[in-house]
Structures are given as structure tokens and as C-alpha cells.
């Protein structure tokens, strides 16, 4: 019996990455360890993800106008990564690198199909004209001549396998309507070709291959919606330069009068085939959907409609399918077990329960899937739960059942109640006893009230949604459209408890909060209730402290102590920057950037976006990191005062990536021309003064050992001569 599990969001796609052929992603490829996949797009990124974590690992781009045309692979001998831009240029680079232009780079003489990477056996890279090289052979001399194999043909599908210790690469490829297959064994340089039998009104469409006991199962998926198998045995004797290949009929993607109109398959087992498609049901519009059917009693299994639609791309590894739905990478989960025929009819009884962990995407659940996941989430809990002996956790786990079960169907039950029960009734929830799965119920709670915000564009239960946040440990990704709507809203104090409380928002939406927040006028801010406690210290609310700003002390010297060029500098930018210290923005709006500066990120994904901020925006907000840098270092400790106030690293870290973003557009900019000469002087002269600090700490050394040297009861007066 084969069953769909749990599905959960794996990253969004960009633009290229939508739904219709052509779309979706170039390919996913596994990482170096398990649970990580290589994901490369159609264009010019490769990326790492852990796939449990559902976070990215690393990010690597060529430069622009260049595309990768190759699918990113791992070299698991080396734990190295392989990739081809523009047909012939090769790269190859490590975990730790991050400019793909200082990488290893090598042009070869004759365009690439693809590299296959096998566990054991190393990369083997196969070329468009069907030439066939390992990867240590090509680096000996790239631009070694590559012999064309195949004449007028195109490849459209090729995979590698072991064999023993001996690489096998099969290929098929397309002329005129006719297909051949091409099996070739690297370290014997042998090569046959074969020529698919050829069926009226039908061809195929995908291929996939397994190998098992030195025989290779081809398996096509054809235009007449069947799946047909051809046997290629690896010892040939016969002299014959070209054989015909014979299918035979696997499988009939029919049932009950529907017809499946497959894009692309996948091998599970022996016995099991999963197939994407679109289901065309007489009567009714075709509906695209993940299935699995048993070869051995040519049976539907089970399927999962997938109404955002596909690019029709399906891969597989480590029991989890990988496809694009909508615009995001989708991962569910499954399972397999021995064919039987009570099994494949649907008739064989669960005795056991499934060892799956338990995976619920808030996002996509309706109220009617709510009620579904809580009675599947206790289902399996209480059967995990029944293996224990204990009386008493018996009895605790009945008492939780009802309470649980009742959340799901509480919320179907107030879809249509009014705002006032409707919220009434989620207080009740929320007010009760913890239970083993009270986070779901939160989440749950939070994703019915969002729902409703969605269906009523004039419901926004904005003091509701923010007392949850503010008195539970919530996730972004236990509620991942709350911050969506809080956008949409505008609404800036939910966005930026947000930010203070949620350890995993994506670099996409603190972006989006970023824009949000240096939009917004001042005077509407004023009007809108923001939490001040990391700025309330640090900014002059009255901005009428003009006298104290004179007598700045930058890092523990005065400027005015000293006599040279250097000093008559800092001196000037000492009241330049008192003259024109007044924060650029009010403390309503440093109270929201704040909360922005304090949020976790990641470079390599924060800096795409900021690339995007308008170019009065970044100069704002460049001009606030500076106000922040200067206010730090007005003493000694370079700490800015209050709660929740950004520390010397934040601010620094955050002003080098928006420079790095926008630092083409800050030089063309004429008001940001003195921003930039200023936080230039301002940076030199704190070089300048960390210098000469560097110059006493022998000294300072030195002091610190005679001190120890000497009895501590023996009162004396010491003079240190710096020179």
C-alpha cells in the first residue's frame, strides 16, 4: 500500500520559476550530506538547503549576463561543488567560498549536457555531441577534443549508475521522431546504441532507469497515457551496430473512466511509480495532481490534487517528493509497503502506525483541513502514546483527546459566526490549560482569525492579533501569513513585536518591513501607537539639547588636544557632526528601524532585496545608521543606552550590506555626496585614533606586569612616560 503524507513548503521560486512547462527550476540535485538538496534555478543561482530545517545553507550566483546551463552538482568524494555556465565554462568551488569569480574556472572545447555525480565513482560529465569524459580526465586538459557521437540528434534524458566499480552512463536521444538509446561503460570505452521501437500516434515524453543485476529497466512514460518498460541488458556480444529496443506495456494511467495525462514519473519501488500530471475527467476541466499506482495490480494508490499547478517536474529522494506548486518548492512525504492485493485494493488494515513525523504548513490549511490535521495529529499521538505502560499516562493522554480533537471542529464551527462570538470563543481557547499541542492551537487560532481577515477586507482584529503575539512564543513559521497581513494593514507595532519576538522571519519580509517603515510620513506615526523603549534613552524627544553637543568626546580624547593636520579634521567633523546630530528621523520610525536591526538574517539572501529599496530610502536609512554610528561612539563603551537598543556590530554590519547594495546608486546620488565624505572622515578618524591606541598597549602591558611584581600592601607613586 502507498500512501501521500505531509507536504510542507521547502522555499519560494522567482520569476522564472512559475507554473507551465518551461517554468519551475532547472533541476534539485542532493547535497554532500542527507537531507540537504542542491536546488539550481533557470538562471543564474544554485542553493543549499536542509530540507527538515527548511532553511537554506548557502547561495551561490555567477555574474549577470552569465546563465548556469548545467544543473549544480556535489562532488561526494570531495564535498565539492560543480557547475556550467554558458554551455562550456566550468566552475568548481567549496562550502566556504562565496564569489563564484575567484573559483576554480575551466573553458572546455565543446558544449555541456550534463554532469552526473556518482557516490562512489565520481562526476562524469556527458556533452551535448555525446561525448563522455570523468571529470579528473577533462581537468587533465579541458580543451581536449570531445568527439561528436551523435549526428543531427538531441539528447533529452541521460543517467549514470555503477557497476560494480565501473561508471555507466545511459542516454536517449530524438531525430525526426525516432528515439535511440545510447549505453556506454567509461572504463571499458564501450558504447552501444539502440534504437526505440517506434509506435504509432505515441512517444515518449519522460524517461527514468534503474539497474539491477546488470540489467538496465528503462521505463518511458508515453503521449498515449501508458508507461511502457524495455530491458537493456549490460553484456552485449552481438557485433550489430544497431538494435531495436522493444517495449512492453507497464502500466495503463487510467481508471474509472479518467485519463492521466502525465508530464513526469518517478521510480519507488519494484512494485510503485509516482506520476505527475493533470487528470482529465470527462465533463470537467483537467486537474493537475501528484498519484502513485502499483504496477504489479495496475492500480491507482492514492493522489494529491494540486490546484496552484505545476511546472511538471517531479523528483525524489529519500522518501520525499520534490515539485513546484504554484509559486513555492513543495515537499511531501510518503510511504510504501509490500504489494499485496487487500493493499492495492484498498482493504489491508492498519496495524501499525506510520513512523512519519508530523509536518502541518499553517499556510495551506482551510477550516475544513484544520479539523483533518488535529485528528490526525491525535491519532498518531495517542498511538505513540499507547506503547508506554504507565497507567497514568494512559489516563492523561484520554483526558487530552477530547480538548484537542474539539479545536478543529470549534473552528469550523464559528466560520460563519459573528465577530464578536467568533472572538469570544477564541479567548475561551486560548484561555484554557496548556496541552501536549498547545502551539498548534495557537497557530490554529491565528490562522482562523487571518482567514477571516482575508474574507472580510474590512475585519482586522489588530489588538487581538497583537496581544497573541506579545504573550505567546510564537514562529514565523507557525503562523507565516500573520506578518503578510500586518503588511497589507500597515500595520507597523504588530510588524515590529514581530520582529522583536519571531526568531525565524525570512529576509524577504524583513525587507518588506524595512520599505514599510521608511515610507511611512512621520506624521502618521506620530498618530499610531509604537513601543519607544530602544530609542527613548538615546534620542533628544524635544531636539532642543543644542549646548551639550559641542563638547563631544569621541572614544574617550578630545579633539581640540591635538595639533596637527589629522586633528584640525576631527575636529571639524566633531561639530560638523554636532551641528547636524539630530536623529533623521523620529523616534517612532528608530523605534521600527530598530526593530529591523535587531532581526537575524542572512547576507547572502538579504542583499538581493536591499538592491531593490528606492534610492531616497537608502539615503534615509544610511542616514540613520550614521546617526547610530556616531551616537556610539560618543563614549567609551560604544553602547547605545536602553532596551532593545541596535549594538555597535548591528549597526556596522547592517551599513556595509546596504552599501554594498546601493553603493552605485549612493555615488550618483548628489545628496548623498556629503553623507558619504562625512562617514568617510568620520571612519578614518576613528581609524586614526584605534591606531594610536594600539601604539601604547605595550606600554599598558608592561605597566600591567610590574604591577604584579610588586607587593600590593606597599603604598607607592608611579609616573608612566608614553613616548
Not at 571499458?188 to 539502440?194: A, D
Not at 506620530?526 to 532642543?544: P, T
Request: glycine share 4%; charged share 20%.
Amino acid at each position: 500500500m502507498a500512501a501521500l503524507c505531509e507536504s510542507f513548503t521547502l522555499c519560494g521560486l522567482g520569476p522564472s520559476g512559475g507554473v507551465g512547462l518551461g517554468g519551475g527550476l532547472l533541476a534539485l540535485e542532493p547535497g554532500p550530506d542527507p537531507d540537504h538538496v542542491l536546488l539550481t534555478d533557470r538562471g543564474r543561482t544554485a542553493t543549499l538547503f536542509k530540507v527538515s530545517d527548511q532553511k537554506p545553507l548557502g547561495c551561490w550566483s555567477v555574474k549577470h549576463g552569465q546563465i548556469i546551463t548545467c544543473p549544480v552538482v556535489c562532488n561526494f568524494e570531495t564535498h565539492e561543488y560543480i557547475a556550467v555556465h554558458d554551455d562550456k565554462v566550468l566552475r568548481i568551488w567549496k562550502n566556504k567560498d562565496i564569489n563564484l569569480d575567484k573559483v576554480f574556472k575551466a573553458t572546455l572545447s565543446a558544449d555541456v549536457y550534463r554532469i552526473h555525480s556518482l557516490p562512489s565513482g565520481g562526476p562524469v560529465v556527458l556533452f551535448k555531441g555525446g561525448g563522455v569524459r570523468t571529470l579528473d580526465v577533462l581537468l587533465e586538459a579541458p580543451q581536449q577534443e570531445i568527439e561528436n557521437v551523435i549526428s543531427d540528434e538531441v539528447i533529452r534524458w541521460s543517467e549514470a549508475f555503477m557497476e560494480g566499480q565501473q561508471p555507466v552512463l545511459i542516454f536517449a536521444t530524438e531525430k525526426d521522431g525516432d528515439f535511440f538509446v545510447y549505453v556506454q561503460k567509461l572504463k571499458m570505452n564501450s558504447l552501444h546504441k539502440y534504437k526505440l521501437e517506434q509506435q504509432e500516434l505515441s512517444k515518449p515524453l519522460s524517461f527514468t532507469a534503474y539497474m539491477k543485476n546488470q540489467i538496465i529497466t528503462l521505463l518511458c512514460l508515453c503521449s498515449n497515457d501508458s508507461v511502457y518498460k524495455v530491458l537493456i541488458p549490460l553484456q552485449q556480444n552481438t557485433e550489430e551496430e544497431e538494435q531495436i529496443l522493444f517495449k512492453s506495456l507497464l502500466l495503463n494511467l487510467s481508471v474509472s473512466g479518467s485519463v492521466l495525462k502525465g508530464t513526469s514519473f518517478v521510480v519507488l519501488d519494484k512494485d510503485h511509480v509516482a506520476v505527475l500530471g493533470s487528470l482529465a475527467v470527462s465533463g470537467e476541466e483537467p486537474k493537475e495532481c501528484l498519484t502513485i499506482w502499483n504496477t504489479k495490480f495496475q492500480t491507482l494508490q492514492t493522489s494529491k490534487e494540486l490546484p496552484l499547478g505545476t511546472s511538471g517536474q517531479l523528483w525524489c529522494y529519500e522518501e520525499k517528493f520534490f515539485f513546484t506548486h504554484g509559486k513555492v518548492l513543495t515537499v511531501m512525504m510518503y510511504k510504501c509497503e509490500t504489494s499485496s492485493l487487500a493493499a492495492a485494493v484498498g482493504k489491508l488494515k492498519d496495524s501499525q502506525t506510520p513512523d512519519v513525523s508530523s509536518f502541518v504548513n499553517w499556510n495551506t490549511l482551510g477550516d475544513e483541513e484544520l479539523v483533518v490535521s488535529f485528528q490526525s495529529q491525535q491519532s498518531v499521538a495517542l498511538k505513540s502514546e499507547s506503547r508506554m505502560t504507565l497507567r497514568s499516562k494512559r489516563n492523561t493522554v484520554a483526558k487530552v483527546q477530547p480538548d484537542t480533537v474539539s479545536v478543529g471542529q470549534l473552528l469550523l464551527n464559528l466560520k460563519d459566526a459573528s465577530t464578536t462570538v467568533f472572538e469570544d470563543e477564541l479567548r475561551q481557547l486560548m484561555s484554557k490549560a496548556q496541552t501536549p499541542d498547545f502551539q498548534a492551537t495557537i497557530g490554529c487560532v491565528i490562522t482562523a482569525l487571518v482567514n477571516r481577515c482575508k474574507a472580510n477586507p474590512k475585519y482586522y482584529p489588530r489588538n487581538f492579533l497583537l496581544q497573541i503575539v506579545q504573550t505567546r512564543d510564537l514562529s514565523h513559521s507557525l503562523c507565516p501569513d500573520l506578518m503578510a497581513i500586518a503588511l497589507e494593514k500597515k500595520d507597523v507595532h504588530l510588524l515590529q513585536t514581530c520582529l522583536q519576538r519571531f526568531p525565524d522571519i525570512p529576509e524577504e519580509i524583513t525587507y518588506a518591513c524595512l520599505k514599510v517603515f521608511l515610507s511611512i510620513s512621520e506624521a502618521y506615526l506620530q498618530r499610531i501607537d509604537v513601543n519607544l523603549e530602544s530609542v527613548i534613552c538615546y534620542i533628544d524627544m524635544e531636539f532642543n539639547n543644542k549646548e551639550v553637543k559641542t563638547e563631544i568626546v569621541e572614544n574617550g580624547f578630545n579633539a581640540e588636544l591635538e595639533q596637527d593636520i589629522w586633528d584640525t579634521k576631527i575636529t571639524k567633523e566633531t561639530h560638523l557632526t554636532a551641528d547636524g546630530e539630530f536623529c533623521p528621523v523620529g523616534p517612532q520610525k528608530a523605534a521600527l528601524l530598530n526593530a529591523v536591526l535587531h532581526s537575524a538574517y542572512s547576507e547572502t539572501f538579504l542583499l538581493p532585496h536591499l538592491k531593490n529599496l528606492p534610492a531616497q530610502q537608502a539615503v534615509l536609512f544610511l542616514r540613520y545608521l550614521y546617526y547610530l554610528y556616531v551616537k556610539c561612539s560618543e563614549k567609551i563603551n560604544t553602547a547605545l543606552p536602553g532596551i532593545r537598543s541596535p549594538t555597535i556590530n548591528q549597526i556596522m554590519d547592517w551599513m556595509c550590506l546596504l552599501l554594498d547594495a546601493q553603493f552605485t546608486v549612493m555615488v550618483m546620488l548628489p545628496e548623498a555626496k556629503e553623507l558619504l565624505s562625512n562617514l568617510h572622515k568620520f571612519v578614518r578618524a576613528q581609524v586614526r585614533f584605534y591606531s594610536e591606541l594600539n601604539k601604547i598597549e605595550g606600554s599598558l602591558r608592561e605597566l600591567q606586569r610590574l604591577n604584579h611584581q610588586k607587593d600590593s600592601q606597599t603604598y607607592s607613586i608611579e609616573v608612566l612616560e608614553l613616548i
